[in-house]
């Protein structure tokens, strides 16, 4: 069995190849190619933590994936990433272990990010005044990296809960070439901004209906699990067209599933990002549609990003 | 993160020591101790395989244990065990990795051994003419072995389908101390035996309700996905009690499933293992009992002997 470490994995990570085999995932599990039993949970309160095991296996391939992804949000305070894990190819022609890569969760963040960038090819307005970011974590940064090649907005807002992690979050995205104004009211934030990302394990909605701006597009990442909520219903309520990785999971324990489960979703259209993506269509059709995308995240990214690297290795 | 392979397990590995954290496990997942979120499973039909993920903590624990277990049928044609997979370790305080058990199967294997002499304790009846073992690989050696301890009895009945490999089952197990009858007519072995354990991944009833003496046990621990059976409808239903591991996972995909979808159970008392151990009570109550333990396998058995292997090294 290969076991590559962190550094190993991101010299062998290509954007481009990745970004690729993304998309091909996404349409081969909206066209029912893909083995991907229900995501497995685990929530370990007094740490502060949960856990998510991840595993698919896209029919005809040599191998297939399982990945172990926690979030325990006092590891910093220790000097650890909140995310860890790791992901394991096995066989799929006698079941032997073939690889371990110990990416200590970076593969999901970068897998998310870029998920992030597929969404918002389909979804973002034409014109971005600025991006806006919510959270000021590892993925907040990610995410924003990976809209640069998307846009030539460079103008962000990012909103956190603490100065001292804004701060440090504007000097980092500075060093980057985006202009940073920090804030702590989420309500601000969207008044100046047109492509929204919000990134947070928060279990209270941040952003409500009457804080957003005709036009806006936003991609939801933090709602990952029962209890995790960054929008308010009555904002998902109010888009006009909601684009989901997997219905499944979305409406279980995604951004989307209390207004889902509250029955205010019965007349909004709800796209999976597969099946636009096989269409070839963007989802936005004008400039004064609120679009919102709910990404939970699917087992079939964490195969394609792992085939991206063995194929390098 | 500590990485084992199979020799350092095995030599790691107490069976005392494990049996009794087994049988703490499976009261602790019957009082509702334990997390352990459903089972995930692939079937690679072409190439005669399938997979299960199972993974559980139980509250308190420092780690969590995530484990990987697969079967492919034809992997022995190319000297490969049929068996594959690997156990993991994680904090529960952090998330990160600490343990990599590289046992090839080897822990499930065990595992599953010790729960049948765990089943035994508590079923087998007072005399054993004979042990009648169903299948004639792996599996059926490791149940044979462990029911050493429990019972005096070496006279074994051993059904296959393939003379052959009959021939190696009889040649290893006599090697340790038994007499061996094989047959290819299951219906001969149940005639001679009163403790019969079934250990093959068919698809298709072996032993039926006609075949079973009265006062006989039967452990069956093939079944552990949809599909799989060893035991004819009428056989489950004939039962005067059921034990399960779980009876969530039984009646769903292990070998009461068919006949628990029938509606042939609803006056056959179902103790879950967990409940008997807690309560020190034997499940069988005279010697002319049919009983019938459905071991489909709980995670918290992975736990429980990934805690028993850390423990010596």
Redesign the interface.
Known sequence: ?K?LNKRQIIEAFDVDAVTLLLKKGFIAYSQRQV?Q??V?????EQ?A?D?C?K?A?LEGDEQ?V?K?S???YR?PA?G?AS????M?A?S??????QA?L?DEGWLTALRTALAGRIVAELCAPASIPAIGIVGCGMQARLQLQQLKSLTACREVWVWGRNEETLQAYRRDVEAEGFRVNITQDAAELAAHCRLIVTTTPSREPILQAADIQPGTHITAVGADAQGKQELAADLVARADVLLVDTLAQCADYGEIATAYRQGLLKSTPIVELGTALAQGIKVRCDDQQITLADLTGLAIQDVQIVKGILARI
């Open positions: 069995m076991i083995q039993p229900p497995q949970h685990f929530l370990f740490a933590g856990c095991i595993s296996w297939f399982v172990v926690s979030g325990f590891n220790q650890l995310n860890q894990g790791l394991m096995f799929a022609q006698t079941g032997e272990p371990l110990l």
